[in-house]
Structures are given as C-alpha cells and as structure tokens.
C-alpha cells in the first residue's frame, strides 16, 4: 500500500479502466474475438438445452478465465513488445508461456463445454 486514503472516487475510477482495458482486448485482438463468437454459442446453447446452476456456474468460470488468461497474454505481448522489437529469447519464452497459458484455459474450457452439452444434444436426437 502507499498510504494513500481510501477513496470511493477513485475505486469507481479504476473500474472506468478496468472496462476500458476489456473494450480495448475485444477490439485489438483477434482471439479476443473468437472468444466472444464461441461465448455467445455457449451462452446460446445454455438457454436452448436449459443448463443446470451448477453448469452454468461451470460455464461462466471457463468463459471468465478463457477471457482473463487471454487478457495476461495480450498485456505480456503489449509489454513485451515495447521493450523491445529485437529477436530477444527471454521475451520470446515469456510470450510462448503467456499464449501456453490461454491453450491451456480453452482445452480446458472446450473440454467442460463437451461435458455439457454434448450428452444434452445427444437426448435431442
């Protein structure tokens, strides 16, 4: 802490960023974008096939960790990438981990959605 007061201005202010920051990913990154395509089908699917509150509990947690982790990973490449522009191994390690990380979260994810939804779809056959 820098023992500044507490302040609910400024509390109310970082969330000003903190949506700035998610309006900024979804318009910058392409994979940002996937995620949003591939969330409203699972949101979509989720009220079709009338998903339980455990599900959708399940669900959300993926959608926000695919979202956050994509997040990690754009901040580590921005920063990464004003350090430098030069073939650098450390950089380069550090951005492979960062996207290592998103591929984990989506398997993970897509695996979770495959729980889901497939037996739901199957029953509708």
């Given at each position: 802490m820098n023992g500044e007061k507490f302040s609910w201005k400024k509390r109310a202010k970082s969330f000003v960023y903190a949506f700035a920051g998610i309006l900024r990913l979804i318009k910058c990154e392409h994979n940002a974008r996937i995620h949003i395509v591939l969330t409203i089908c699972a949101i979509t699917l989720g009220i079709l096939l009338k998903i339980s509150p455990i599900e959708w509990i399940a669900i959300t947690l993926c959608i926000g960790g695919v979202f956050s982790a994509e997040a990690v990973n754009s901040s580590i490449e921005t920063l990464s990438d004003r350090v430098t522009t030069k073939n650098d191994e450390y950089i380069k390690q550090a951005k492979d981990y960062?996207?290592?990380?998103?591929?984990?979260?989506?398997i993970a994810a897509l695996i979770v959605g495959c729980i889901i939804f497939i037996p739901k779809l199957i029953d509708l056959l």
């Open positions: 960062a996207s290592g990380a998103v591929l984990f979260i989506a």
